[in-house]
């Protein structure tokens, strides 16, 4: 079972900036797809970030491309995500979570992703 720890949120203005951080407790995710999640109040959690770990290809949800960007320390096995020029309705509670099949393709299908972290909460003030 893998753990993940999301961390980074906070309370930030619309146009500014926030890195958001995700621990994994394996040793290393190569093979894996990592992705970013969010979901706001009221709404379905949706797919934010993937990055396939093992060729750092990445892929975006039409709504932060742009303006996001997934990245990874391999030594840390860590997963980042950048946020820059924040909109209000980018506020949501964040999420990373690995998809775990073998040799799986980029997807941004929420449900083929597991062992969710506790995530980490965004909110934009006007």
């Known amino acids: 079972q893998v753990q993940l720890t999301e961390s980074g949120g ?12 995700c621990a994994a407790s394996l040793r290393s995710l190569s093979g894996y797809i990592m992705g970013w999640f969010r979901q706001a109040p009221g709404k379905e959690r949706e797919f934010v970030a993937g990055l396939n770990w093992s ?7 039409n709504s932060v491309k742009g303006r996001f960007t997934i990245s990874r320390d391999n030594s840390k096995v860590m997963v980042y995500l950048q946020m820059n020029s924040l909109k209000p309705d980018d506020t949501a509670v964040y999420y990373c979570a690995p998809d775990l099949r073998p040799s799986a ?10 062992s969710w972290g506790p995530g980490t909460p965004v909110t934009l003030s006007s």
């Not at 309370?11 to 900036?17: D, F, I, L, M, R």
């Not at 060729?55 to 949800?61: D, F, S, V």
């Not at 393709?105 to 597991?114: C, D, G, P, R, V």
């Open 10 to 21: 906070g309370v930030v203005q619309a146009g500014g900036s926030l890195r958001l951080s």
């Open 105 to 114: 393709l980029m997807t941004s299908a929420t449900k083929l992703y597991a």
């Open 55 to 61: 060729g750092g290809g990445t892929y975006y949800a």
